[in-house]
């Protein structure tokens, strides 16, 4: 069987445990936006995925200390 994976784009995050403290913390809160995502039926290759999480993701970025890139993965 062979699945393609259609070409997307996707968040990197850079989160260094050492940095912040509250790490698991930050991971939590991202991995409740990519499932309150998928509770819309919605998923990362969704085309519009990062215009419609991009707000949210740079919030928690106010609030924690961790970059991100945005980059298509194939």
């Given at each position: 069987?062979?699945?393609r994976i259609p070409k997307h784009r996707e968040f990197i995050i850079d989160l260094k445990?050492?940095?912040e403290p509250k790490h698991e913390e930050c991971w939590a809160k991202l991995t409740a936006i990519l499932?309150?995502?998928?509770k819309q039926g919605?998923?990362?290759y969704t085309d519009t995925f990062?215009?419609?999480n991009e707000d949210k993701v740079k919030?928690?970025?106010q609030e924690y200390k961790?970059?991100?890139t945005v980059e298509w993965q194939n």
């Open positions: 069987m062979k699945a445990e050492e940095e499932d309150d995502y998928k919605k998923s990362v990062i215009e419609d919030a928690l970025q961790f970059t991100y």
